[in-house]
């Protein structure tokens, strides 16, 4: 049955089928190096003291000089819910979601980024003024 | 087999678009994007070009930069220019870059009749605005730490700086910072960087444009709705300065008290919710945004018209919007 | 219409009307009826229906593979009733990517490529126009494009399929009488 079939196939038709099939492991490659999705960092003073993808929800129970901040990872965003310093703008700020989006609690200490993940979720301008 | 020519071409083509697809993706320019803690929020560097190494020296040095400003004039730092000037009674030589903040400040305190004002110290102090337990003061003390403010507290002898009462305490918090960025400007400039951003939480200043290829865009936040912008602006080597209530404040028995004071009154400025000031020097759009915030919407575009190089959006009490002249410029 | 047995010309003409209609009709139930097959992702279609598009390209011509298979995205698209709906227009760029690769490499290499050839780029052909216009139409950002090695194996795999048993039907179809003053026009 084999060779009835292959006989109906020319080598032009085979050279076709192999430089596709190259292909196909080329993107294969292509698609494994891709950079990783986004990422929730969190600094204190200029370290890395917390990394976790934005995908998978979690809760995060940071220290800094005041206390304990706590940032929740839910649905692809960033929050602080909880923080020791008085005037909690950290958490007024807002969900971080999108590549550069930036949370911080000043008194704590703490600098919470989102970082990787795709360049076309970026917000529509490149800075904010508040 | 002898293969017809434009197929090998054709599968050559494919072949090398394959393989070459990541390389043609890149591009000769990098981006430096650091944060650091500094002046009271986050402050961040961002540095395009095509000499990461280049960048990365200049970012530093202009953090240090900042760093070096905010030990001159801050008023929490024991030996700045500003805590020295607060504690003493007699007259006391600064240096001169404090000199030159305190001639801006003190002129456009004169120009704004007093909505503009350096000598806030002590009642920022009394309301415990930046520290861990704000509160609300009552009247006679904040009748009180306004004793002796105004556009006659201070008189600039350079290098001398003169208090008209011993118990005034210096503030340079709606003016610093602005210094500080464009100091930082400054410094990444002369190291030979093309195009960069300074951003101090939300205060900032630009320089050229986007690497090159297009402005930079800014977004500046509703003063309500944190996911909203009020508008986006396209701009190059300019600052851009928001004065917002919505910053930093501190909840009363149901009220709201945030950190922008009206030296008129003693008590939060209540003219404006949000005031953006684009101007060409970060110093003067930070200055400008806090007198225009606590002059409100129809006072403050008049003193807009002494300075023509610098432009303002505003929302006022109500909500709505008031523009300079020629701030739709700005405007995407 | 009528037929005058006795102009070659006209007798040509009318059996790739006849022939054409078939095809175009036979290659709308495929794709119908592959529609209907339940399908692990919505975009992972066996492309029956292309192997009357290359039964018209090697019978005939690429202008009438071009015919059969455009006509069958039409008519297909009114059947199952998405004409102009995102599914249609997925459908309309992947078919004419496929079909002009198809087409193309047909009149480039003339009989050194065969059905199965044809098919296979035919297929990644379909895949990339979809995905294309996916990109730009649906998901509008690029990580659309992680996909691509699956779509393109699975289109590879179907291609080559395809490829074959369009090579079997030609074969039979080229001995019906109908196509004999072509063979002997082809030696």
């Not at chain 1, 060779?3 to 050279?15: G, H, I």
């Not at chain 2, 500094?38 to 190494?53: M, S, W």
């Not at chain 2, 704004?112 to 509160?135: M, Y």
């Amino acid at each position: 049955m084999i060779s009835a079939l292959w006989v109906r196939t020319t080598v032009l038709d085979r050279l076709v089928v192999v430089l596709l099939l190259v292909w196909v492991v080329a993107s294969v490659l292509w698609a494994a190096q891709r950079p990783a999705g986004a990422h929730v960092v969190v600094e204190r003073d200029g370290q890395v003291v917390f990394s976790a993808p934005l995908s998978e929800p979690r809760s995060a129970r940071l220290s800094g000089p005041l206390g304990e901040t706590v940032v929740e990872i839910e649905d692809g965003r960033a929050r602080v819910i909880s923080s020791p310093c008085p005037t909690k703008v950290c958490m007024g700020m807002g969900p971080a979601s999108r590549y550069g989006d930036l949370l911080a609690c000043v008194p704590n200490h703490l600098i919470v980024r989102i970082e990787g993940g795709r360049q076309e979720d970026t917000p529509p301008y490149d800075l904010l003024s508040r | 087999m002898p293969f017809h020519r434009p197929i090998m071409v054709l599968v050559l083509l494919m072949l090398a678009g394959v393989l070459l697809w990541p390389r043609w993706g890149g591009e000769g320019s990098s981006e430096v994007r650091r944060s650091r803690l500094l002046l009271g929020t986050v402050v961040e560097i961002t540095a395009l070009g095509p000499d990461r190494d280049l960048l990365e020296g200049a970012v530093s040095d202009a953090f240090a930069e900042i760093e070096r400003i905010e030990q001159l004039m801050s008023p929490h730092i024991e030996g700045s220019d500003v805590a020295r000037l607060s504690r003493s009674d007699s007259p006391q030589p600064v240096s001169p870059e404090t000199a030159a903040v305190l001639r801006l400040g003190l002129h456009l305190a004169a120009q704004s009749n007093g909505a503009f004002d350096l000598t806030l110290g002590r009642l920022k102090a009394l309301w415990g605005i930046e520290g861990e337990t704000p509160q609300v003061p009552d009247r006679e003390a904040v009748e009180d730490a306004l004793r002796g403010i105004g556009p006659q507290a201070l008189r600039l002898e350079a290098p001398l700086v003169v208090k008209s009462r011993p118990e005034l305490q210096l503030d340079l918090g709606g003016i610093a910072k602005g210094y500080a960025i464009d100091r930082a400007i400054f410094l990444l400039a002369d190291a030979g960087v093309e195009f960069a951003s300074v951003n101090a939480g939300g205060d900032m200043r630009l320089l050229g444009d986007r690497g090159g290829k297009r402005p930079w865009r800014i977004g500046i936040q509703h003063p309500r709705d944190p996911q909203r912008l009020l508008a986006t602006l396209e701009v190059e080597d300019v600052a851009v300065v928001t004065s917002g209530d919505y910053e930093r404040y501190f909840e009363q028995d149901g009220r709201r008290y945030h950190h922008l004071f009206d030296p008129r009154t003693g008590y939060p400025a209540t003219a404006c919710r949000s005031v953006t000031v684009v101007a060409p020097s970060a110093m003067l759009a930070d200055a400008l945004a806090t007198a225009v915030f606590v002059l409100g919407p129809q006072q403050g575009i008049s003193l807009l018209q002494y300075y023509p190089e610098a432009q303002a959006l505003i929302i006022d009490s109500t909500g709505k919007e008031h523009q300079s002249a020629d701030f739709a410029e700005y405007r995407l | 219409m009528t037929c005058s047995a006795v102009d070659p010309q006209e007798l040509a003409r009318c059996r790739r009307g006849v022939f054409l209609a078939l095809f175009t009709a036979l290659a709308v139930v495929l794709n119908v009826f592959e529609f209907l097959l339940p399908s692990p992702a919505p975009w992972f279609r066996l492309g029956f229906a292309n192997i009357l598009t290359l039964c018209a390209l090697y019978l005939f011509d690429g202008r009438a593979a071009w015919t059969v298979s455009i006509a069958r995205i039409l008519v297909g698209s009114l059947v199952i009733g998405n004409l102009f709906a995102p599914g249609f227009f997925l459908a309309l760029t992947g078919g004419v990517l496929a079909v002009s690769l198809m087409t193309g490499a047909r009149a480039l290499a003339g009989d050194r490529l065969g059905p199965v050839g044809a098919s296979a780029l035919g297929a990644v052909g379909h895949v990339l126009g979809q995905l294309l216009m996916a990109r730009w139409l649906l998901v509008q950002h690029d990580g659309l494009w992680l996909l691509l090695p699956f779509f393109l194996a699975f289109a590879l795999v179907t291609g080559v399929l395809n490829g074959l048993i369009a090579a079997l039907v030609i074969e039979k179809v080229a001995t019906h009488p109908a196509f004999a003053s072509q063979r002997s026009t082809q030696a």
